[in-house]
């Protein structure tokens, strides 16, 4: 490979006068740019000829690692395969070439995909209804505990603040409840990594508006005294609500609803198999319990008869809202992602959906027990979907969890989550989906225990790991403290490698 197209900044390839388009010439007049409006001096924009740039990024594109490249096990992130039907399905121009503004009679087949996705999200969790407006778990949260808010104020039960999250719980929840605007209250996890039941028990009361949980929970635990909790927190006249990022293992098992949870959001980009990484699209819908979907945010989707409609709330020049009327977008969410998800669900089907929990189960316990001798495992005992270690278990040599990290990907792999959850100084969170076979599995496995013997007995290969990518260790706090944001400062000021 040419290592100067490859390595090289598209800055550093430019040559003056080169060029890699040619404009048409324009049908209409033409107009000057006033003045006031013009640069002083040209942008400093690379020049290439069309071939360097087509090189240069095909090259440079080789560096973005994802699920079809190879295993990624990062934990409570279920990177999941992307089938490509999912993908002509979303592409499709019928689908495409739609305007939001459409006259709702122009688009009566994207709003039944719509209502069919609705309809399925709520049999395969026990919910009532749903939302697909929120664009992203953490705006489903956030669109959850709006709902949940205005259910308590529409009783007058103004006094409740208070979110309870467990100390386990994802960085989110507080996150969500804060710009929310209620408070955000600890609960304590027990040596076995589930919610302490009797540390909850003095946090109810009337001031608590609801509970944020997450089942199975970042540890890959499952909370088994789920319904001493969803008893005790609606008995204080509170609601549960479900964090759904960890919904994979449950699919096919049993359902959030089932359990007591009020409120739920899913992470389609997760467990759904939608694309997820590199900051979108996401898309986070949110289900409600019987008796509270009219807090559910608008625009909706409704049917009446063999037609649907587009239900966008009041009518601000004719009438006022609602007193608790929520509208957390414009439209009705990533319209091309709740297409992939439904192509997905439709694909499987219920007989076949029934297997992702289970399969996903067995294939975390397989590489969890396979490693365990090699790395600290603080809570034994079956796990689901994902389990957590608390790095090396003879490690005379210091190597870090980040360490083991970094030599992953020298072997091809990506690296899984660390140091999350907070439970743990050490923490390694893998996460193997349903999809991955056993000869995946099995090779990761011999490699995860080749880096355990390299850390006793070459450490320096591990602590300066990663050597076989295009940059290799970083200094993390420097990066981050001293960030290069444009050309010119990273010729005055370059970064360490």
Same mark, same amino acid.
């Given at each position: 490979?040419?290592n100067?197209?490859?390595?090289?900044?598209?800055?550093?390839?430019?040559?003056?006068?080169?060029?890699?388009y040619?404009?048409?010439r324009?049908?209409f007049?033409?107009?000057?740019?006033?003045?006031?409006?013009?640069?002083?001096?040209d942008?400093?924009?690379?020049? =290439?000829?069309?071939?360097?740039?087509?090189?240069?990024y095909t090259?440079?594109s080789?560096?973005?690692f994802g699920v079809?490249?190879?295993f990624?096990p990062l934990?409570s =992130?279920?990177?999941?395969?992307?089938?490509?039907?999912n993908?002509?399905? #979303?592409?499709m121009?019928?689908?495409t070439?739609?305007?939001?503004?459409?006259?709702d009679?122009?688009?009566?087949?994207?709003?039944?995909?719509?209502?069919?996705?609705?309809h399925?999200?709520?049999?395969?969790?026990?919910?009532?209804?749903?939302?697909?407006?929120?664009?992203?778990?953490a705006?489903?949260?956030?669109?959850?505990?709006?709902?949940?808010?205005?259910?308590?104020?529409?009783r007058?039960?103004?006094?409740?603040?208070?979110?309870?999250?467990?100390d386990?719980a994802?960085?989110t929840?507080?996150?969500?409840?804060?710009? =929310? *605007?209620l408070?955000v209250?600890?609960?304590?996890?027990? /040596?076995?990594g589930?919610?302490?039941?009797?540390?909850?028990?003095?946090?109810? *009361?009337?001031?608590?508006?609801?509970m944020?949980?997450?089942n199975?929970?970042t540890?890959?635990?499952?909370?088994?005294?789920? &319904?001493?909790?969803?008893?005790?927190?609606?008995?204080c006249?509170?609601?549960?609500?479900y964090?759904?990022?960890?919904l994979n293992?449950?699919?096919?098992? =049993?359902?959030? *609803?089932?359990?007591?949870?009020?409120?739920?959001?899913?992470?389609?980009?997760?467990?759904?198999?939608?694309?997820?990484?590199?900051?979108?699209? *996401?898309?986070?819908?949110?289900?409600?319990r019987?008796?509270?979907?009219?807090?559910?945010?608008? &625009?909706?989707?409704?049917?009446?008869?063999?037609?649907?409609?587009?239900?966008r709330?009041?009518?601000?020049?004719?009438?006022?809202?609602?007193?608790?009327?929520?509208?957390v977008g414009a439209?009705?969410?990533?319209?091309a992602?709740?297409?992939?998800?439904?192509?997905y669900?439709?694909t499987?089907g219920?007989?076949?959906?029934?297997?992702?929990?289970?399969?996903?189960?067995?294939?975390?316990n397989?590489?969890?027990?396979?490693?365990?001798?090699d790395?600290?495992?603080?809570i #034994?005992?079956p796990?689901?979907?994902?389990?957590?270690?608390?790095?090396?278990?003879?490690?005379?040599?210091?190597?870090?969890?980040?360490?083991v990290?970094?030599?992953?990907?020298?072997y091809?792999?990506? #690296?899984?989550?660390?140091?999350?959850?907070?439970?743990?100084h050490?923490?390694?969170m893998?996460?193997p989906?349903?999809?991955?076979s056993?000869e995946?599995l099995d090779?990761?496995?011999?490699?995860?225990r080749?880096?355990?013997k390299e850390?006793?007995?070459?450490?320096?290969a591990?602590?300066?790991?990663?050597?076989?990518t295009?940059?290799?260790?970083?200094?993390?706090?420097?990066?981050?403290?001293?960030?290069?944001l444009?050309? /010119?400062?990273?010729v005055?000021?370059?970064?360490k490698?």
């Amino acid at each position: 490979m040419n290592n100067k197209l490859y390595g090289n900044l598209i800055f550093e390839l430019s040559k003056p006068g080169r060029r890699a388009y040619s404009l048409p010439r324009t049908g209409f007049r033409h107009y000057d740019v006033p003045a006031d409006e013009r640069r002083a001096t040209d942008a400093a924009l690379p020049e =290439c000829d069309e071939m360097t740039v087509a090189r240069h990024y095909t090259n440079h594109s080789g560096n973005n690692f994802g699920v079809l490249n190879g295993f990624y096990p990062l934990g409570s =992130c279920t990177m999941k395969y992307n089938p490509p039907i999912n993908e002509e399905i #979303a592409a499709m121009p019928a689908f495409t070439q739609l305007h939001p503004m459409q006259p709702d009679t122009t688009v009566q087949g994207a709003m039944e995909a719509e209502w069919e996705l609705r309809h399925d999200l709520a049999a395969i969790t026990g919910m009532a209804d749903f939302t697909l407006n929120p664009c992203a778990g953490a705006h489903g949260e956030l669109t959850g505990l709006m709902i949940i808010r205005a259910y308590h104020e529409d009783r007058d039960d103004t006094a409740r603040r208070k979110v309870i999250v467990p100390d386990s719980a994802h960085g989110t929840n507080p996150a969500s409840a804060a710009v =929310c *605007g209620l408070e955000v209250v600890e609960v304590k996890s027990t /040596a076995d990594g589930r919610v302490d039941v009797e540390d909850l028990k003095p946090l109810l *009361g009337p001031d608590v508006a609801a509970m944020m949980m997450t089942n199975p929970n970042t540890l890959g635990l499952f909370e088994h005294d789920i &319904p001493k909790i969803a008893q005790l927190v609606h008995g204080c006249g509170a609601l549960l609500y479900y964090d759904g990022a960890n919904l994979n293992p449950l699919l096919g098992i =049993c359902r959030p *609803g089932d359990m007591g949870f009020d409120v739920m959001h899913v992470n389609l980009h997760k467990t759904f198999s939608t694309p997820h990484g590199g900051g979108g699209p *996401g898309s986070g819908p949110v289900g409600v319990r019987k008796g509270l979907e009219k807090y559910l945010p608008y &625009p909706r989707v409704e049917r009446e008869g063999n037609a649907f409609i587009m239900n966008r709330g009041h009518d601000a020049a004719s009438s006022s809202p609602t007193a608790h009327e929520i509208h957390v977008g414009a439209f009705t969410g990533n319209f091309a992602i709740l297409l992939r998800a439904l192509a997905y669900i439709r694909t499987l089907g219920k007989e076949y959906i029934k297997q992702v929990g289970p399969l996903a189960t067995l294939n975390a316990n397989y590489v969890k027990e396979s490693l365990k001798d090699d790395f600290v495992l603080p809570i #034994a005992g079956p796990c689901k979907h994902e389990f957590v270690f608390n790095g090396l278990k003879d490690n005379p040599t210091d190597v870090t969890t980040l360490d083991v990290a970094k030599r992953l990907l020298d072997y091809g792999y990506h #690296a899984p989550t660390i140091y999350f959850p907070l439970l743990f100084h050490e923490a390694m969170m893998i996460e193997p989906t349903e999809n991955e076979s056993l000869e995946t599995l099995d090779e990761f496995i011999g490699v995860m225990r080749k880096i355990a013997k390299e850390a006793k007995e070459n450490p320096d290969a591990v602590k300066s790991a990663p050597h076989n990518t295009p940059i290799t260790r970083v200094d993390d706090v420097f990066a981050a403290r001293h960030p290069v944001l444009t050309y /010119a400062q990273s010729v005055a000021n370059p970064q360490k490698d």
